[in-house]
């Protein structure tokens, strides 16, 4: 499974669609935007694993958007940019940047650079799953809300990390229950809404209003991830 996030800030809506088609063929989660203000309000809202950064945006340099986001996280900062001069580059490093790509580039090897620096970092072992102000890691099965524990009863904590390792995936009622309670079980397909119900009670800022297991009406349950 693979839960890495990637932001890409690029006011070329060109170059954003050509990245997202390659990144989410090889199973990254990506999120974007094409301004620097929006870019930072992402990087506080959705925590991305790497940033893929513009330096020339509309609004505000693109350095402005990769301090915001040292401030915040050590994850992987890409620049993509068409400017080579030597002050440029000794800044973006300054920064804490990990690669620079000039632009005209070649997608495919966009892809093999950004592996690069996810097998040099460590990020592809990484289990943990952040949502907003909710973390649930994968390898202890703990789940945290606002660096809080969230104790969660044994169903309940089945339900949330099988639609974690299975992220945007709908998944009816009925396969819930098959897999968590079992064929064999005596229960029924309404303990699957109660003990959604009481999950969402545990992590969601609004039960009402989810937005972490969403409702896709007739057809089921998933956990959402990429809009948080």
Known sequence: MNTIKILIVEDEHSIIT?????????????????????????????????????????????????????????????????????????????????????????PVELIARVKANIRRTGLAASEILKLGDLTINLMNKTVHKNNLKVDLFTKEKMLLFYLAQNPNQVFSAEQLYDRIWGMDSNADLKTVQVHLSTLRKKIEDNPKKPKYIQTERGFGYKLSIGNH
């Open 18 to 106: 050509i990245l997202r088609i390659y990144l989410e063929k090889e199973g990254f989660i990506v999120l974007s935007s094409a301004s620097a203000s929006e870019g930072m309000r992402l990087i506080d809202e959705m925590a991305p694993d790497i940033l893929l950064l513009d330096i020339h945006l509309p609004d505000k340099n693109g350095f402005d958007v990769a301090r915001k986001f040292r401030e915040k996280s050590d994850g992987i900062l890409i620049f993509i940019t068409g400017e080579k001069s030597k002050n440029i580059v000794l800044e973006g490093f300054e920064i804490g940047c990990d690669d620079f790509i000039i632009k005209p580039f070649d």
